[in-house]
């Protein structure tokens, strides 16, 4: 596609549910990236996928989170039992070959969690 | 591990001045250096990549310096505008070379 896209773009939840965020990169990028931007704070790394592997998923804050990608193209952020420290906005970016390269960010989902 | 600051944390201009945006960071070991836009409930808008071995570039109104000896960047904004009100980022790479670290930006407002 043109750019990231990423959905759903906004998900509201109960606490306790699973959600699950979807990222579709830009065509031809191998590498992928998922941030999380809560409230009053930064852009908080979470994973990084080079083709289908994560080399590094060292900012994911807890075994409630987990990551995957399939054909080297869509990846799925998935948080179960979900708690209200979840709200935030994800946003995911990709680039062509992974650093020094340019990142390119999607829109982001923001999740509410009730 | 690599961290990022910006300074100020926020900054209210009057439409047509020079604008300077800081941006510091601990390890200068960097793979590069690339200043961002985010404008409010919307995603990121890459503006300036400076390669490490680069020491500035520009786009338009806008021009980015590098000095990875003293761990600074500064994003330069001419001529400022109201539509260049938006929070400002600058993110470097970690130690590990697998993802940008993010400062938490610099929120520009720029009054008619």
């Known amino acids: 596609g043109a750019g990231v896209s990423q959905s759903p773009s906004n998900k509201v939840t109960e606490k306790g549910k699973d959600v699950e965020l979807r990222c579709d990169p830009i065509s031809g990028h191998t590498a992928l990236y998922w941030y999380r931007q809560s409230l009053g704070q930064g852009l908080e790394f979470l994973i990084y996928f080079q083709g289908n592997s994560a080399p590094d998923k060292s900012g994911l804050p807890s075994d409630r989170f987990s990551a995957e990608r399939t054909g080297g193209s869509v990846s799925t952020l998935t948080i179960q039992r979900t708690q209200q420290e979840d709200s935030a906005v994800y946003l995911c970016?990709?680039?062509?070959?992974?650093?020094?390269?340019?990142?390119?960010f999607g829109e982001g989902s923001r999740l509410t969690v009730l | 591990k690599q961290e990022v600051t910006q300074i100020p944390a926020a900054l209210s201009v009057p439409e047509g001045e020079n604008l300077v945006l800081n941006c510091s960071f601990t390890?200068?070991?960097?793979?590069?250096l690339q200043w961002f836009r985010q404008d409010p409930g919307k995603g990121l808008t890459s503006l300036l990549l400076i390669q490490s071995s680069q020491r500035e570039q520009t786009s338009g109104r806008l021009n980015a310096s590098l000095d990875k000896s003293s761990g600074r960047s500064t994003l330069y904004i001419a001529a400022s505008q109201p539509g260049d009100s938006a929070t400002y980022l600058c993110a470097v790479a970690n130690q590990a070379g697998t993802a940008l670290i993010f400062g938490k930006g610099t929120t520009l407002s720029v009054s008619s």
């Open positions: 390890d200068s070991a960097i793979y590069n």
């Open positions: 970016a990709s680039s062509l070959g992974g650093l020094p390269g340019e990142l390119f």
